[in-house]
């Protein structure tokens, strides 16, 4: 349920409707933005009296809330949500570019990789210290030394880093160390870690799952933001559906539908849904077409001997590429990058 206060509505009135919520023993969320204040309801709402509620001084109007995702609606939250971390603004006009290794495979490849992200524009680095592999086989990722390392390139850089948390048991060291806490697709619907990562202070980039819908997705972040943490950033990465020639199905519907339904920042994972890099730049440029808040781009040095999805990853001159022609399309949606 949520509270509509008329515009103007002064600060005592809003606080005594908070108060009223909140001696039913729900939460109230209160959200000021520059036409009216909206008073969300968390909680058994059937306890609540919507009549008495609207005739309480400065109350324009009472409204149930059907959805399930309560403090990611936007009828809770109508402003949109702009997360930042170490300088960098994430929803806001200025488009944000993640990008770098799939995987931290070195020193030497990192670093190299991270100043040419920075020279052409990159605002954070992201790679992969641990990573959960479908193959128990295949490369695990350097775990802690890769953190290590990633820590060392911000250091010398000056971006912040996103990388995937896996484990809840990780989650002090993770805190300690990474700017932003990625939650990946095949952990979407896992709630201990989402609890976890919840209780911390560090932004949460949320991946949609493999098979999941909207509301799902939504229910996923709703898992975060109740349990206090607001920084919450939603990544489409592509679905899986019966189309074999990518590697996943980018929906971009589901951009423009989320920004409809929910306050948090979208951004788009092009590297990861098509799986193959020439298709990268194209679907980034459409991704910001669409209305998303920034990209995640992959970025090695050496695609062809990667130790992890070489094929999606473009080299720095091409990632220099994609970043000249996104402006473009950032200038005609009236964004900046």
């Not at 036409?35 to 009296?49: C, E, K, N, R, W």
């Not at 324009?60 to 009828?75: G, L």
């Not at 022609?325 to 990058?337: P, S």
Request: aromatic letters at 4%.
């Amino acid at each position: 349920m949520i509270v509509i206060m008329k515009h103007g509505a002064a600060k005592q009135d809003i606080e005594a409707v908070a108060k009223a919520i909140m001696s039913q023993g729900l939460k109230a969320d209160i959200s000021s933005g520059e036409d009216h204040t909206v008073i969300g309801a968390v909680g058994d709402v059937s306890v609540l009296d919507m009549d008495k509620l609207s005739m309480m001084t400065g109350v324009d109007r009472v409204m149930k809330v059907s959805e399930p995702f309560k403090r990611a609606n936007r009828k809770f939250h109508p402003q949109d949500t702009v997360v930042k971390v170490q300088g960098v603004e994430i929803g806001g006009k200025k488009l944000c570019v993640m990008a770098g290794p799939c995987s931290v495979e070195s020193e030497e490849q990192l670093f190299g990789i991270a100043r040419a992200v920075k020279t052409s524009g990159g605002l954070v680095l992201r790679g992969g210290a641990y990573k959960p592999r479908t193959s128990p086989y295949a490369f695990q990722g350097m775990e802690k030394e890769g953190l290590e390392l990633l820590a060392q390139a911000r250091q010398e850089t000056g971006m912040p880093i996103v990388t995937e948390i896996i484990d809840p048991r990780h989650v002090e060291m993770f805190e300690m160390t990474v700017d932003i806490l990625q939650i990946g697709a095949r952990n979407m619907q896992n709630f201990q870690l989402l609890k976890e990562v919840g209780q911390t202070h560090k932004p949460v980039l949320l991946k949609r799952g493999l098979s999941n819908t909207i509301e799902e997705w939504l229910m996923s972040a709703e898992y975060i933001l109740s349990r206090g943490n607001p920084n919450v950033i939603l990544c489409e990465r592509g679905i899986r559906t019966v189309e074999t020639y990518t590697r996943n199905t980018l929906d971009l519907s589901a951009v423009v539908a989320v920004k409809s339904l929910c306050h948090l920042p979208v951004i788009v994972d092009p590297s990861h849904a098509t799986g193959r890099s020439w298709m990268v730049e194209k679907l980034a440029c459409a991704a910001i077409a669409a209305g998303a808040d920034g990209l995640m781009i992959e970025v090695h040095n050496d695609p062809a001997h990667a130790l992890c999805d070489g094929p999606q990853s473009l080299t720095p001159q091409g990632f220099d590429q994609l970043m000249q022609k996104a402006r473009g399309f950032a200038a005609l949606m009236d964004r900046e990058l």
